[in-house]
């Protein structure tokens, strides 16, 4: 199970905060924000990330964290 997470794409830097905020909101629940396309120069696809999640409990929880975070333009849950 996935949690999809696309965030805002004020400017290109930005989206480097953006990340190291949202993990750091993750760390206490062992949850780990992954890029979707490492190594990518396309900003739109590098504001694409991932979180795994065990069940349907942690990913309700990983959007809990994600709602209360600056700079997510999209959250979704994926089986």
Wanted: charged letters at 20%; a negative charge; zero cysteines.
């Amino acid at each position: 199970m996935q949690v999809s997470v696309l965030l805002a794409l004020p400017n290109p830097r930005a989206i480097f905060g953006y990340e190291g905020a949202i993990s750091e909101a993750l760390r206490p629940t062992g949850l780990q924000l992954i890029t979707r396309h490492p190594g990518t120069q396309d900003v739109r696809l590098g504001s694409e990330y991932f979180i795994s999640v065990p069940d349907q409990a942690a990913a309700d929880e990983a959007v809990a964290i994600l709602r209360a975070q600056p700079g997510i333009e999209k959250i979704e849950i994926l089986n």
